[in-house]
DNA sequence: CGTCCGTTTGAGGATCATCAATGTCCGTGG
DNA sequence: CCACGGACATTGATGATCCTCAAACGGACG
């Protein structure tokens, strides 16, 4: 246990709900009214999952796990922007998906993680041991219903990252990253403003493409009067119904 | 209830692992060691689903569900071979995967279904309505953790995929989308051939490629000595480690 | 056996990757 | 606090690949 982890139990043992508690984030799978996503777990279902996990606070750049090494511990982020990649034979990465707050991340496959996991800002992150997380939900069929809606949902998500892959237009690509962005990681006092957290090679190899192509398509779209970028982390988009037509169209 | 189907608890109350009882497969979460899929569910959970579930036989062609529609089944492919697809603003189609036995389709977004499904081939289907589903699951924490691996594993697969549409160059993707048929449903008797039941468009739509360019990526694959094809639906690999090394290399 | 749909083949145009060079930002150290 | 270094980001030119359009071919089903 590294020095910078302390067990969530023994900090917070009487207060469900507190702030060092995992949470979810997934759409419902009812019929829900918005296609907005909200937190998932009672408090009861939080303070269960923190008696078994443990907390870390990990700096920029930091990796969290490796592809390949066995697959001991899942993790929530538990705030900060994270990203999970796979090294490909031929060198180049590929960003399977940007982590945000209430992620799940890390679900083991044979045992062993499937992508590397690597903090881009400073980010928490929830230590959850599998064998312990298993048997929790084997002993609280709500709380692994929660799991099986976070899991569908990401399902969901990597299904409209297919869709985004399949376009061969870069602009378009770009257009539904910055749509999804804004849907994920909204910026409350600015609905306008679109927060991007990642560096342009991230963005490139989460739609793969080169860096050069997603620079052109940036430039394609403020060139189109659809977004602005006032500095390389913080787009504004100009023309909303522009850009979602845009990102809509294949 | 349509005539094709009838419900299964009263066609073998007594008989777990009979016949007309649903299954899953998935790879398992643990440290297992091929990569292989395997069969999931106890005889004791699919009599549990086959309580619950109606059995349908549907023609080729036949659709199964349609996208936007209220979703109050869940299904679950009992044979056969369907595809699952999403119409595009544009009116292209993707599809977002081919369905097979023992696969687990039809899961609502916000209670209602994100793609369409339709056979290709002849299939039988098992049909779980969601609310008795979820009430199943809540109270047989086991099954649900086998719900939790199987769409664990369909993620997995989608990631996969995401990996195959980053790829540009279409003999790439055909080739990886060969091994994976090779895997997904191989033939017990003759390893080498590869079963392609779908069309050429259903693989160019599944490949986010134009038809003609399916066609040409086969043609380069034969031309390179990977692959011959016996028929447009039955495929044979030539050269194994070839095909395996183009679709890995990227 | 005929029709229709799916598939294959060919030519031209558009878009992105690659290579190379310049410009910009950030973090480090003086 | 400022200057510097290096990584990141942009811009330009060239080549390869795929999409589109169009036509001929083949097989599947009625």
Same mark, same amino acid.
């Given at each position: %246990?590294?020095? @910078?982890?302390? +067990? =969530? $139990?023994?900090? +917070?043992?009487?207060?469900?709900?507190?702030? *060092?508690?995992?949470?979810? #984030?997934? $759409?419902?799978i009812g019929p829900g009214s918005t296609g907005a996503a909200v937190r998932l777990l009672t408090p009861a279902q939080r303070r269960r999952l923190a008696e078994i996990a443990?907390?870390?606070?990990?700096?920029?750049?930091?990796?969290?796990? !490796?592809?390949?090494?066995?697959a001991t511990m899942v993790f929530v982020c538990g705030g900060g922007v994270l990203k999970s990649y796979r090294q490909l034979p031929s060198g180049t990465r590929r960003i399977a998906l940007f982590l945000f707050k209430d992620d =799940?991340?890390?679900?083991?496959?044979h045992?062993?993680? %499937?992508?590397? /996991?690597?903090?881009?800002?400073?980010? @928490? &992150?929830? !230590?959850?041991?599998v064998d312990e997380l298993a048997d929790v939900l084997r002993r609280d069929p709500d709380l692994e219903f929660q799991f099986l809606c976070k899991v569908t949902h990401?399902?969901?998500?990597?299904? @409209? @990252?297919?869709?985004?892959?399949? #376009?061969? *237009? $870069?602009?378009? !690509?770009?257009? %539904?990253?910055l749509v999804m962005m804004q849907r994920t990681a909204p910026l409350p !006092?600015?609905? /306008? /403003? &679109?927060?991007?957290? %990642?560096? #342009?090679? *991230? &963005? /490139?190899?989460?739609?793969a493409l080169s860096p050069e192509a997603v620079s052109r398509a940036a430039n394609a779209l403020v060139r189109r009067g659809l977004v602005r970028f006032e500095n390389r982390h913080l787009a504004r988009v100009v023309d909303r119904i522009g850009l979602q037509s845009l990102a809509s169209r294949l």
């Open positions: %246990m590294s020095r @910078r982890q302390q +067990h =969530l $139990a023994s900090s +917070h043992p009487l207060f469900p709900g507190a702030p *060092d508690t995992p949470s979810l #984030r997934a $759409a419902a443990s907390v870390e606070q990990v700096p920029a750049r930091s990796i969290v796990y !490796r592809q390949g090494t066995p =799940l991340f890390g679900l083991p496959d045992g062993t993680y %499937m992508n590397t /996991a690597q903090a881009i800002t400073p980010a @928490r &992150v929830y !230590r959850l041991p990401e399902l969901r998500e990597s299904q @409209r @990252r297919s869709i985004l892959l399949g #376009r061969r *237009d $870069a602009p378009g !690509r770009l257009a %539904m990253f !006092r600015d609905p /306008a /403003a &679109v927060a991007i957290p %990642m560096s #342009r090679t *991230d &963005v /490139a190899e989460f739609l």
